[in-house]
T-cell receptor, first 114, second 115 residues
Framework: AQSVTQPDIHITVSEGASLELRCNYSYGATPYLFWYVQSPGQGLQLLLK??????LVQGIKGFEAEFKRSQSSFNLRKPSVHWSDAAEYFCAVGPRGNNNDMRFGAGTRLTVKP | GAVVSQHPSRVICKSGTSVKIECRSL??????MFWYRQFPKQSLMLMATSNEGSKATYEQGVEKDKFLINHASLTLSTLTVTSAHPEDSSFYIC???????????FGPGTRLTVT
């Protein structure tokens, strides 16, 4: 069965520092991969996605993620974190197929120190 | 981009009553919609897949008689929490894919509080 692991429950970084959020997946083939951000009490906002092609994908708000097949990873990065980036981040996988559901990681809560 | 709406955004109901949550795809048709549940500080857990014109498919452990799903049209799916109890208090999120095998678009969520 497909699964998503986000090893870090909570990460704290200083404003202006770089950020990397880890995501590992377990799936029989290359799935669709996504990163979402959720502010408290809000819905999900898509940051970026990987379907195929270039393994380094650019997203909104200065985020990027790199798909590494050999490591079954899809880590999210940002070179310089802003205070407004504080939120919950979810990695998700979606199987290639007809309208199938997505599976989410447990989430990583990002705190940004001034 | 595609937009999915949910109504209401927040609802408070008394224990034992039922509450209906609507999920609409505003500018596209969705033969399938998904309902997720999110407890505080936890991830989204898929509850069921809503299929237009047929019965919903429920995930293991989700009570189909308690969480009634109706997908009456290509743009509307409803989730009814019947005989709600405080433990049903949660954040319910729906989503709909726009194309086969491609990303889903998520609604803003509905915060249900059962008193």
């Amino acid at each position: 069965a497909q699964s998503v692991t986000q090893p870090d429950i909570h990460i704290t970084v200083s404003e202006g520092a770089s950020l990397e959020l880890r995501c590992n997946y377990s799936y029989g083939a290359t799935p669709y991969l996504f990163w979402y951000v959720q502010s408290p009490g809000q819905g999900l906002q898509l940051l970026l996605k990987y379907f195929s092609g270039d393994t380094l994908v650019q997203g909104i708000k200065g985020f990027e993620a790199e798909f590494k097949r050999s490591q079954s990873s899809f880590n999210l990065r940002k070179p310089s974190v802003h205070w407004s980036d504080a939120a919950e981040y979810f990695c998700a996988v979606g199987p290639r197929g007809n309208n199938n559901d997505m599976r989410f990681g447990a989430g990583t809560r990002l705190t940004v120190k001034p | 981009g595609a937009v999915v709406s949910q109504h209401p955004s927040r609802v408070i109901c008394k224990s034992g009553t039922s509450v209906k949550i609507e999920c609409r795809s505003l500018d596209f048709q969705a033969t399938t919609m998904f309902w997720y549940r999110q407890f505080p500080k936890q991830s989204l857990m898929l509850m069921a897949t809503s299929n237009e014109g047929s019965k919903a498919t429920y995930e293991q452990g989700v009570e189909k008689d308690k969480f009634l799903i109706n997908h009456a049209s290509l743009t509307l799916s409803t989730l009814t929490v019947t005989s709600a109890h405080p433990e049903d208090s949660s954040f319910y999120i729906c989503s709909a894919p726009t194309s086969v095998g491609v990303e889903q678009y998520f609604g803003p969520g509905t915060r249900l509080t059962v008193t």
